[in-house]
């Protein structure tokens, strides 16, 4: 009988310890830089080996931007009247010429920066449920180097007249420039 409340103890420890640990594991919801609590984000560092390099590069003002915007299509879009893809290209570069550190390298090579805007489609008959309809659209911001990903953030923008944009551009830029 003895042996029998002895495995049953050793069952009740075995047991203990693993809700203790599940209790006690950091929550997935915090993310790496705080600015990325204030709204959902999500981020993929794709290739670590030449971050260090772009960064570099990126504080040298060697980089290219190319800019997109995506408009709602199956809802009358807030934005395409008023925020073209020139205003939002010359938003973007704007808060990146605030880390340039120096004047360009024309005898350095470069990385490209994309920005994404896409706008909402509240009405899509696609979106899966009343959460996805919360949010005014996501920008996107990936760097490339050697035509490599090294790094992709998606951030949501919640105000639709995008009072919140410049914000959300600025903790993309730093969630990158952070990347030890």
């Given amino acids: 009988m003895k042996f029998l409340y002895s495995i049953l103890f050793l069952i009740f ?9 599940q209790l006690n594991k950091p929550s997935q919801k915090v993310k790496r830089v705080p600015c ?16 260090k390099k772009a960064q570099e590069l990126f504080y ?28 939002f290209e010359q938003k973007v570069n704007n808060i990146l010429l605030k880390y340039i550190k120096q004047s360009k390298n024309s005898n350095l090579e470069n990385i490209l ?3 994404h805007l896409y706008e909402n489609d509240k009405e899509d008959k696609g979106k899966k449920n009343k959460k996805a309809k919360l949010y005014a659209g996501y920008f996107i911001l990936e760097f490339i180097y050697k ?27 730093n969630s990158f420039l952070l990347i030890k």
Wanted: net charge positive.
């Fill in 147 to 173: 035509n490599k990903s090294l790094y992709k953030i998606q951030i949501d923008y919640i105000n639709t007249d995008l009072s919140d944009l410049e914000k959300r551009i600025t903790c993309a830029i």
């Fill in 60 to 87: 040298l003002n060697n980089y290219k931007l190319k800019s997109s915007i995506e408009y709602s299509k199956y809802m009358k879009s807030n934005l395409k009247d008023s925020f073209t893809l020139k205003i």
């Fill in 36 to 51: 990325q609590n204030q709204t959902t984000t999500f981020e993929k560092i794709e290739n670590k080996e030449y971050i």
């Fill in 13 to 21: 420890l075995f047991f203990s310890y693993a809700i203790y640990e």
């Fill in 113 to 115: 920066i994309k920005a």
